[in-house]
Nanobody, 121 residues
Framework: VQLVESGGGSALAGGSVRLSCVAS????MGWFRQAPGKEREGVATISTRTGRTSYADSVNGRFTISQYNTKNSMYLQMNTLKPEDTAMYYC????????????????????WGQGTQVTVS
């Protein structure tokens, strides 16, 4: 099942970017990112059933994940951007239960988007 991301682009340090992901019927949705030469890392997740969110320490307090449109889609609002936030950002989703919907999970998500580039300079 395809997830469709949008909203990437370039921003200055300290600026903001908002990413969107359109999906349908998943219990858990999240954002991951991968910078050149680095491993993919979890950024934020949200349980569509409970609204519970989790964030990587590196973005906590700067990024906000939220649902919209009857919980079939989500945003990632990224504020106070830093050059180290530069990466390809991927939307992911599947039907894991709320207790497992966390960026700390070792279980790969089943569905992924094609990615959207965010560049901070």
């Amino acid at each position: 099942v395809q997830l469709v991301e949008s909203g990437g682009g370039s921003a200055l340090a300290g600026g903001s970017v908002r990413l969107s992901c359109v999906a349908s019927g998943y219990m858990c949705m999240g954002w991951f990112r991968q910078a050149p030469g680095k491993e993919r890392e979890g950024v934020a997740t949200i349980s569509t059933r409970t609204g519970r969110t989790s964030y990587a320490d590196s973005v906590n307090g700067r990024f906000t994940i939220s649902q919209y449109n009857t919980k079939n889609s989500m945003y990632l609002q990224m504020n106070t951007l830093k050059p180290e936030d530069t990466a390809m950002y991927y939307c992911a989703a599947d039907s894991r239960p709320p207790f497992a919907c966390t960026v700390l999970t070792d279980v790969p998500f089943q569905n992924w988007g094609q990615g959207t580039q965010v560049t901070v300079s």
